[in-house]
């Protein structure tokens, strides 16, 4: 892929930056506007991007691509114009007694913090790159938006529909490989946001350390299923196995492990099984089953069942149309379902991101808690069940970016919750009025009386006995 080269981009980040200062104090209609244009952009290019998308990645069902990619931006859009008004409101807040007496204000304001650097992924391409542009919009700023290198053509679409809907100082995309990439990081924008793995983000963080630049780091990591002993099995099975199939796995929520009572075991895997079958009788000819996006990633992939096999895993494939994968090259994986799974396997050791799902027992829920605890703190994490007892249990002693409770990666989709993750899942969060807030500068206005405060309060030199007063109030 062609990539713009670092003076390009630093020329670009320059024009967005000085148009940005000379057009302030923007009113909200021209967010408005903007918001608007990113909405038509995706409502009149869908079926462009779904195919663009479906080409990139082999095969993706276009109905996906629509649900995942393209509706659920332009619904995102939409929520943003609806709260821009109160989002983007000043706060009142407290003066201390007896400053509201004697006229002092405070307010907070939410003001643009300017250019924002946007990195995205390709395993959801449109969403990750104009689901943050709707926020970052939405709150006053221009954006510059590096798309993966793995989706070249909905890059390059998304670059060529961009042009044509704003002018390249308000949004712009620019393409390239990790080179580019990592010159992008280090660019000195205002904030930015990089959705992807947990190993790039650590090189973006560090990158843009250099500049001061504050970040949101969407990543990703090993979230679990815990299965509680109440779980309506058949119900939990065919929800994990659509997490686990939906864009083939290759999701950041995607239900990394299961954990299941040791004696539940057997139901618990059949409940899964019986989920694919329902949702996909086949899945070679289905154009609903999406492909894995590169033959890299597929081999990674037949790799981490490889290694667990070799390390004593039993490996059940889920295949309902008993269906023939070796000659094929569509780069599509049945469910694979590793039971009797240990800590040495790469399979527990990285996060999948394909339709892996290994199974692990307990006994006790509190030995599944422990095992989350002494992991990395995942993006989600999944509990079953009826008993409010457990769910609370498991809720309160684990800690995750976000949770669903009775389903899978569902909490994403909920507009007005902040989405993010913790430590090593990420650090801040966007969506709600979170993401407003997060490319927002919150800037503290506070007005002075016409009254000598400092004075009055002691604090203004030559100090005496109304400093001392002062302190003893202070410290009492
Ligand atoms: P990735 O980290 O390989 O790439 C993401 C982006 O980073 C791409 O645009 C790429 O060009 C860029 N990049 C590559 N090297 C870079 C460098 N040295 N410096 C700066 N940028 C660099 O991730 P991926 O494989 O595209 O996506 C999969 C990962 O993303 C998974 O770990 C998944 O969990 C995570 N993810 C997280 C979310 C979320 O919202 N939390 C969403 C989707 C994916």
Redesign the pocket.
Known sequence: MAGQDTSTMRDLLSRQREAFTAARPEGLDVRRDRIRRAIALLRENSEALCNAMSADFGNRSPHQSMITDVAGTVSFGKYCLKHLDKWSRAEKRHVQFPLGLLGAKAELRYEPKGVIGI??????PVN?SFGPLMQVLAAGNRAMI?????TEKTSDLSAELCAKYFDESEVAFVTG??EV??EF?SLPFDHLVF????A?GR??ME?AAANLCPVTL???GKSPVFLGRGANLEQAGERIAMGKMMNAGQI?LAPDYMYVPQDQEDAAIAAVELGVHRMYPSLLENDDYASVVTDRHFDRLKGLVEDARDKGAEVIEVNPGKEDFSGTNARKMPLTILRNVTDEMQAMQE?I?GPVLPVKTYRDVGEAIDYVNQRDRP?GLYYFGTNAGEREQVLTRTISGGVTVNDVIFHVSMDDLPFG?VGPS?IGSYHGVEGFREFSHARSVYTQPKIDVAKLGGFKPPYGAATEKAVRGLMK
Do not use: R
Not at 119 to 124: C, I, V, Y
Not at 146 to 150: N, R
Not at 195 to 198: I, M, N, R
């Open positions: 990195l995205s992924p390709w395993n959801f990750l590096k798309p993966s290198e793995f490989g990790p990439a990592h990081s959705t992807g793995s947990t790039t090189k973006v990158a969407e990543l990703g950041c996060e991101f993006l993750g990420g």
